[in-house]
């Protein structure tokens, strides 16, 4: 069964370095999305992304986010200057079509940690 | 925001079924009801959803009251891979590419006892 990967499974980083999170979306799904989990706390949406343009942001996704999908399999996460607070599982989904009844696929996620 | 209200956690035997509540009472008519589950750390897991009609598959039954109000996830035979946080979430749906984002509350975490 197809799945959507995510690399790495654990980045450590310091503090002010930019960070760089990979996914792999399902072939031929078309939106794709990037959650995060802080330790302990609930899946947070942070932005969604359709036909090379973000769709929709989260307040957690300011500046110091980006999104990427470079060469039309890799779905990127950019944190310019990581804080301290950044330290979270990150997760990438996507979603096949544009059919309500359809649903988001999730990866394993990236667990990343700022220090 | 999350428009739905679970327990915080349940426990179930081994065997046995297991039925998770979740209260949604201010959904709209053009939303869905989705189950999802996370395991440990692990990505959210999709399990089962429907809008009107009680559904059923491999994993689980969903049952949602005629005044669409409330649902019931039934897991009929629990084992101890079962074990995790179970996630109900309404979802719109329409043409807006956004409408398919998803909004996580707590959950109910469902340990099943050996």
């Known amino acids: 069964e197809p799945e959507v990967t995510q690399t790495p499974s654990h980045q450590v980083t310091q503090m002010g370095q930019e960070v760089i999170l990979r996914c792999v979306p399902i072939?031929?799904?078309?939106?794709f999305y990037w959650y995060r989990q802080i330790l302990g706390q609930k899946v947070e949406f942070l932005v969604s992304f359709y036909n090379n343009e973000i769709s929709e942001k989260s307040e957690i996704f300011d500046d110091q986010f980006s999104v990427e999908r470079p060469d039309g399999s890799n779905f990127t996460l950019k944190i310019r200057s990581t804080k301290l607070e950044d330290s979270a599982m990150y997760f990438c989904?996507?979603?096949?079509?544009?059919?309500?009844?359809?649903?988001?696929?999730f990866g394993p996620g990236t667990r990343l940690t700022v220090l | 925001d999350a428009k739905t209200t679970q327990p915080p956690s349940m426990d179930c035997a081994e065997g046995r079924a297991a039925n998770l509540p979740c209260n949604h009472s201010?959904?709209?008519?053009?939303?869905?009801v989705y189950w999802y589950r996370q395991i440990h750390s692990q990505g959210p897991q999709y399990i089962i959803h429907g809008l009107k009609n009680n559904e059923t598959n491999e994993m689980a039954s969903l049952i949602i009251t005629e005044d669409r109000k409330s649902s019931t996830l039934i897991l009929p035979h629990a084992t101890l891979r079962d074990t995790a946080v179970y996630y109900c979430?309404?979802?719109?749906?329409?043409?807006?590419?956004?409408?398919?984002?998803?909004?996580f509350g707590t959950g109910t975490r469902l340990t099943v006892i050996p």
């Open positions: 072939s031929n799904h078309l939106y």
């Open positions: 989904a996507s979603y096949p079509t544009s059919r309500d009844t359809d649903t988001q696929y």
């Open positions: 979430i309404v979802r719109p749906w329409g043409s807006k590419t956004g409408a398919n984002n998803l909004f």
């Open positions: 201010t959904i709209s008519g053009n939303e869905y």
